[in-house]
C-alpha cells in the first residue's frame, strides 16, 4: 500500500476533494460563460438556440417526473401529478412573472392530493 499524501489524508481531505473535483470544473465554465455572454446578443440565433435547448431539456425532466416518478413521488397517483402540472402552468400562462407562486401551488397541490388521497 503506497504512503498517504502528507497533509491530505486528515480531516480537511473531503473540503479539498469537494473543491477540486465539483466547484472547480463547475465554475470554471460559469466564468467563461459570463466572459462570452457579454458579446451576445440577445436577439441572436444562437441564443434563440440556447434558449429552445434548455427548454426542451426541462420538459423532458418534467415529463420524466410524471410519467416514471422516483422515490415518494410514485405513490401519489398520475392524475394528481398532472393536475399540479395543470395547476402550476395555469398560474404560468396567467401571469409568466409569477414562476416561484407557481412552483409553490403546484408543490402545494400535489402535497394536499398526497395527503387527502392517501
Not at 7 to 27: I, S
Not at 105 to 111: K, N, P, Q, V
Amino acid at each position: 500500500m503506497t504512503a498517504p499524501i502528507p497533509g491530505l489524508d486528515g480531516a480537511y481531505w473531503p473540503y479539498l476533494a469537494l473543491l477540486l473535483f465539483a466547484v472547480l470544473p463547475t465554475e470554471i465554465w460559469r466564468w467563461l460563460a459570463v466572459a462570452f455572454a457579454r458579446r451576445i446578443s440577445p436577439d441572436s440565433p444562437a441564443l434563440e438556440w440556447v434558449r429552445a435547448v434548455a427548454t426542451a431539456l426541462l420538459a423532458g425532466v418534467v415529463a420524466k417526473l410524471i410519467i416514471v416518478p422516483p422515490g415518494a413521488l410514485a405513490a401519489a397517483p398520475l392524475g394528481l401529478r398532472i393536475g399540479a402540472l395543470t395547476v402550476a402552468l395555469a398560474i404560468m400562462l396567467f401571469d409568466r412573472r409569477r414562476v416561484m407562486l407557481a412552483v409553490l401551488m403546484g408543490e402545494a397541490t400535489l402535497i394536499a392530493g398526497a395527503w387527502l388521497l392517501i
